[in-house]
């Protein structure tokens, strides 16, 4: 077996950040301190720094959908990486791909709105995500408020999305951190019952990029074999570990370093 070729390849399609916080860099530096080869695919382009999302444009359907064609006939996807789409037209390209990719877990971060709260989709791409989407994925990483929006709930727990969003996809995880806690719950739900609450110290300040993180980190676990109850596990300490080593480069939220980190 040639040992070059040995890392396993998870594609991510999402918005490129030219801050480099957030987006597609987030991606391919989490997968490669999880020792995955990230295949990256641009959905979007933004005018965004670490304060904000000020503009985005989406990229053309069609660009897309030959891009990951040309991947497809080329690396071995063991999982699927989704990330900021943008508009319903790239979420059915989105869905025409992974018709192609039948059995490869994916993991959705429904990336709705920056971390300093700018909006990255509109209402029609809400309904489409909760209703068209979700129930091709294997897993869905929505923070609290992004949780309500898929839900159609503008006030209401996590239980109250977990009942809402289980019957379009089997797992969910549903991020804390949004609150005023002295720590963050993050909670993960399946279809067939089970429940976990994962818990981590609060950290000061805020943080751009975090969710990317912890999804690429996510579907790079599965990408690796893990289970989904230790992959949980793992995702969520190293991004944990990222945040508490995070840097300021600019005047706005904290960067994650992701890189170099043991694991």
């Known amino acids: 077996m040639n040992p070059y070729c040995s890392r396993p390849v998870v594609l991510c399609l999402s918005g490129h950040d030219p801050s480099g916080g957030a987006g597609l860099q987030a991606d391919i530096e989490a997968l490669q301190a999880q020792g995955c080869h990230a295949a990256p695919v641009i959905t979007a382009l933004t005018l965004q720094d670490t304060c904000n999302v000020h503009d985005f444009r989406v990229l053309d359907s069609d660009w897309v959908q030959a891009q990951v064609r040309c991947l497809l006939a080329d690396l071995p996807v063991a999982a699927v990486k989704l990330g900021m789409l943008g508009s319903v037209a790239m979420l059915d390209t989105i869905l025409d791909l992974l018709e ?12 709705l709105t920056a971390g300093g709260g700018g909006p990255l989709g509109q209402q029609e791409l809400v309904d489409a995500l909760a209703r068209r989407l979700l129930p091709r994925v294997t897993l869905a990483t929505p923070n609290l408020p992004e949780a309500r929006m898929l839900a159609g709930l503008p ?44 818990i981590c110290p609060r950290l000061p300040g805020s943080y751009h990029g975090s969710g990317c993180t912890l999804a690429s980190t996510l579907a790079g676990r599965l990408a690796l074999g893990q289970a989904l109850p230790g992959a949980l596990d793992t995702a969520l300490d190293y991004t944990w570990r990222t945040l508490r080593d995070a840097e300021a480069p600019g005047r706005g939220q904290y960067i994650p370093r992701r890189l170099p980190l043991d694991l």
């Not at 039948?102 to 971060?109: E, F, N, T, W, Y």
């Not at 609150?179 to 609450?197: C, F, K, L, P, W």
């Open 100 to 111: 192609q990719l039948p059995g490869v877990p994916v993991v959705c971060d429904p990336v």
């Open 155 to 198: 006030e209401g727990s996590t239980d109250d999305c977990d009942r809402s969003l289980l019957e379009q996809v089997p797992h969910l995880l549903i991020t804390g951190g949004h609150g005023d806690e002295s720590r963050v719950h993050n909670r993960y739900y399946s279809r067939e019952g089970a429940r976990q609450t994962f």
